[in-house]
């Protein structure tokens, strides 16, 4: 008897998903819950499993065709069984839209990644049909060597210890919300031989609606202090052990997400959205945290109520979300109803960077780069007079960007002052 | 007592290289041997036989080949005995060598045979029955395998023979008939064939070098039966009677029962792992259902302590693997880095005319492994280097997984193709694809271009053909 797989609803607010690449073909045997097929959403990207054991008898989607929840996308069954040869029957006319599938094939991505040693051309190929940032896996070759096995374990079982600090991308953040409004209109032509057009994948286009929808929406201001993080530091260079056998990797990233739940909860209206019926305030912090998954964009997993969390839970939460989303495992209800978002764009290198909100939040706060600079510290000589030194301190740039509509400059000031003050005086 | 770090039983390719390696790691290492240095391998196996086989091809040129190179002998004699003679003295060099290279490392060498009293004691016997003790916190089993016969064969050493009477004997048979073609088979065949032997080859499976991909087996056959080898495919000998100057061989076939007569049959149908008679099963120590030591990937067996290596083990009865088993193993023990070794990834050569190498997968075996496979091909028919060198036989295959490039195998027939593997395996230990073996410029003419010629059809586009 052969088996209907049908398009999931892959969330709340999920009605439809690109499929960006089947898995197995026509006369395949397949495993039942052995991945069938890559589904894109706005949201996130997903394995549709296999519901049964069998034969992949005929495939109804094509590979860059985008179709609503509980189209049929496949049939598994015995080989030389019947199966419907009609097309899907609720499929939605025109929403059909062509994201070129991501293959092996489009030439030899470069080896040999700063940092990572020598990469080999097959571990390479891997990486890139699978999205795996290599620098989060380890190797066990000659030398440290990532070798195919290690990049298979890693796809196949935990992405292991995803150190959320590391990369990142130049890319603020990729959009969480609601997919939005028109889809952007034809491919520019080339205009002379030598240029090439990237096509549009669905995340970049996207990122790219979203951006420019919410330039268009908010005012944006950007206000920009500085903390010195010398005691998170030390806190954290005491407590990282007892917190990793608790199976928490304690990262900067925490720190900067429970300090910023404190500013919210003392100043709450930066915990709100605009809407047409008002100033909305949010009871829940909901803290989203940018994470870069490499050449395929950026994700926002939420930290959800952060207000009740502890740092460790919060270092742990942010841990597993950072490692299901460069799996792609996230799920798209834990990328939705954010009411506040951290980019920590510093992890490239940038000292500061004015981000652009996440809508239809109110502010959104950027952490610039750790760097040792010397700082005048004012002090008093041991005769009271005052008396100045010059010291070399971990510094890092914070930004606020903010919407003027929802708060004025002082209380943008007020909110990030609390952050960093928190941050300085942590114990 | 003496107490040693590691002892060593066999000095064959896999154990004298882990002595010598236990040693270099700062481990107090002696080594046992019944018999010689350097095994089977450098007495009676790989090297002897490698003599013989050059002498095989001087003579096939000499016999056969005068018309097309352009010269004729007239009263050529070819004296076997020579060859034997030469076979020995390098065997015998190269054995001097080991017990040099025993000297040069502090490794004590006791001559006799071993037995295991406990997992920390082992007594040596000699020749002249004296006996010694030596302790031992670590032994190493390299004790080799033997000759295997099949039921209804006799051994008798002078019409029937196991290979180590083959390569000693000082004459060459008018007539022979070799039961198994495997490597053992299959160079003898070459070696008597060279002098002009009447050959035939009796194969139980379906195919000459059975274990090899049947491409390789076809295109071997083909050129031995241009050579004037007979070769009998799924046939099974029966039995093999002794007469006065001959043997008469009871063999069955598709075509019914057989009876073939030859001055001497040769038995190479295998090899037992030498285990029993040396107290290895008294101390536990596991043996798989074959009777090879079973053994983890640090070569340490089910008894702590009890370590083998080599042929003993059966995981593929070659030299190079034994020897790296060797260094592995004396890693292991010193508890310094090492590494796992990939079995089936290892270099396999047989030194027939066409020379026969390969690693890796056949194609049907990557197929049935569920690989897309891309396939590269090169003939050496367009090689200009054996154009030049008139030997055109045989071709290059190489296996990649379409989907990663990662190269699966590689089987090669055709002249001196034993020596064209390193580069192979080396692409296929660090992830190379053969995009980067295409792009490795090779010098002209070589051989070994033939490689870079299959990578570029591997990928799509040979220049040469
Ligand atoms: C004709 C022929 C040609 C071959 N050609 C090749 C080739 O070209 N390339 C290749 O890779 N391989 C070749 N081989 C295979 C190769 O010889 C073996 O794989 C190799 O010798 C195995 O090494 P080893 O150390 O495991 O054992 P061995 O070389 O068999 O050595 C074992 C040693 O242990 C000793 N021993 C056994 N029991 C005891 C005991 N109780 N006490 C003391 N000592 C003991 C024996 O005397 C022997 O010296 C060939 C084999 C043959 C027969």
């Known amino acids: ?427 | 007592m003496p107490d040693y770090d590691v002892v060593v039983i066999g000095a064959g390719p896999g154990g004298y290289v882990c002595a010598i390696r236990a040693a270099q790691l700062g481990l107090k290492t002696a080594i046992v041997d019944r018999e010689w240095l350097g095994g089977v391998c450098l007495n009676v196996g790989c090297i002897p036989s490698k003599a013989l086989l050059k002498n095989a091809e001087l003579a096939h040129v000499l016999r056969e080949r005068g018309e097309y190179f352009g010269f004729s002998v007239e009263g050529l004699k070819l004296d076997y005995g020579r060859a034997v003679e030469r076979s020995r003295e390098v065997a015998d060099r190269l054995v001097k060598g080991v017990g040099f290279l025993m000297k040069k490392n502090n490794i004590e060498v006791h001559m006799g045979a071993a037995i295991l009293r406990s997992p920390n004691s082992i007594a040596v016997t000699n020749s002249e029955g004296e006996g010694v003790e030596l302790g031992a916190k670590n032994i190493v089993v390299a004790t080799g395998a033997s000759a295997a016969s099949i039921p209804g064969l006799e051994i008798d050493g002078q019409r029937v023979l196991t290979y180590r009477e083959a390569i000693l004997q000082t004459q060459a048979p008018k007539s022979v008939l070799i039961v198994g073609s495997g490597a053992v088979g299959l160079e003898f065949a070459t070696i008597w064939n060279g002098y002009g032997v009447e050959v035939t080859i009796v194969e139980m499976l379906p195919r000459i070098a059975p274990l090899e991909d049947e491409d390789v087996s076809k295109e071997l056959a083909k050129e031995f039966r241009r050579r004037g080898i007979k070769i009998m495919v799924g046939t099974k000998v029966d039995n093999i009677e002794v007469l006065k100057t001959k043997v008469k061989a009871t063999v069955v076939g598709d075509s019914g029962k057989e009876i073939l007569e030859a001055e001497q049959a040769l038995v190479a149908t295998g090899f037992r792992p030498n285990t029993a008679g040396f107290g290895l099963e008294d101390l536990g120590v596991q043996l798989a259902e074959s009777g090879m030591v079973e053994i983890d990937e640090r070569m340490g067996t089910n008894v702590p302590g009890i370590w083998a290596i080599g042929d003993v083990t059966g995981k593929l009865q070659l030299a190079h693997v034994a020897m790296a088993m060797g260094i592995v193993c004396a890693e292991n023990i010193a508890g310094v880095e090492t590494i796992e070794l990939n079995y089936e990834m290892m270099p396999r050569a047989t030194y027939s005319s066409p020379q026969v190498a390969s690693f890796g997968m056949t194609e049907a075996q990557a197929e049935q492994r569920g690989y897309e496979i891309r396939v590269g091909r090169f003939p050496f028919q367009a090689s200009g280097k054996s154009l030049g060198m008139g030997e055109t036989a045989g071709w290059i295959k190489l296996i990649s997984d379409a989907r990663y490039g990662e190269i699966l195998g590689a089987h090669l027939i055709g002249p001196e193709v034993t020596e064209l593997l390193p580069e192979l395996t080396l692409a296929q230990g660090m992830e190379l694809t053969f995009t980067e073996i295409a792009r490795n410029v090779h010098a002209h003419p070589t051989l070994s271009e033939a490689i870079m010629e299959a990578a570029h059809d591997a990928e799509g586009q040979a220049i040469h053909i």
């Open chain 1, 1 to 427: 008897m052969s088996t209907e797989v049908i398009m999931p609803r892959l969330g709340e607010s999920l009605v439809e998903g690109t499929v960006t690449k089947w898995l197995r073909h026509p006369d395949d045997h397949i495993e039942e819950f052995e991945p069938l097929v890559e589904i894109n959403t706005d949201k996130v990207d997903t394995e549709v499993p296999s519901p049964a054991t069998g034969t992949v008898l005929k495939l109804y989607v094509a590979e860059g065709e985008t179709v609503r929840a509980g189209t049929l996308l496949a049939v598994i069954g015995e080989p030389g069984e019947e199966v419907p040869d009609a097309p899907p029957a609720d499929r939605e006319e025109g929403a059909t839209q062509v994201a070129p599938p991501k293959t092996a094939d489009q030439g030899t991505p470069k080896a040999g990644r700063d940092g990572l040693g020598f990469i080999s051309p097959v571990v390479s190929r891997i990486a890139a049909e699978h999205n795996v940032d290599l620098s989060q896996v380890s190797g066990t070759g000659s030398g440290g060597r990532i070798t195919k096995k290690d990049v298979l374990a890693y796809i196949e079982g935990g992405r292991s210890a995803a150190p959320w600090e590391e990369p990142g991308s130049g890319e603020l953040f990729r959009p969480t919300e609601e997919f939005f409004g028109d889809k952007p209109g034809t491919v520019p032509e080339p205009t002379g031989l030598a240029d090439t057009v990237l096509p549009l994948d669905a995340v970049r286009t996207q990122i790219a609606e979203h951006m420019v929808r919410s330039r268009r929406t908010s005012a944006h201001v950007t206000t920009l202090m500085e903390a010195d993080l010398g005691r998170v530091l030390a806190h954290r260079k005491e407590h990282k052990q007892s917190f990793a056998r608790e199976g928490a990797n304690l990262t900067l990233t925490a720190y900067f997400v429970a300090a910023a739940v404190e500013a919210l909860k003392e100043v709450p209206i930066v915990n709100s959205s605009w809407s047409e019926a008002g100033i909305v305030l949010h009871k829940a912090a909901n803290v989203g945290v940018a994470v870069s998954l490499g050449e395929a964009g950026l994700i926002v997993p939420v930290v959800k109520n952060a207000e009740q969390l502890s740092l460790q839970a919060i270092a742990k939460a942010i841990n597993d979300l950072a490692e299901r989303a460069r799996s792609h495992k996230l799920v798209p209800d834990e990328v939705q109803g954010g009411t506040f978002t951290i980019t920590n764009h510093g992890v490239t290198g940038s000292l500061l960077a004015t981000p652009i909100i996440h809508q239809p939040q109110c502010a959104i706060l950027g952490i610039g780069a750790l760097q040792k600079r010397a700082v005048v510290i004012e002090g008093l000589s041991p005769s009271g007079e005052p008396e100045d030194s010059l010291a070399i301190r971990p510094m890092v740039y914070l930004t606020l960007t903010f919407d003027h509509r929802i708060i004025d400059g002082g209380i943008g000031d007020h909110f990030l002052g609390i952050v960093v003050q928190r941050l300085q005086s942590w114990a």
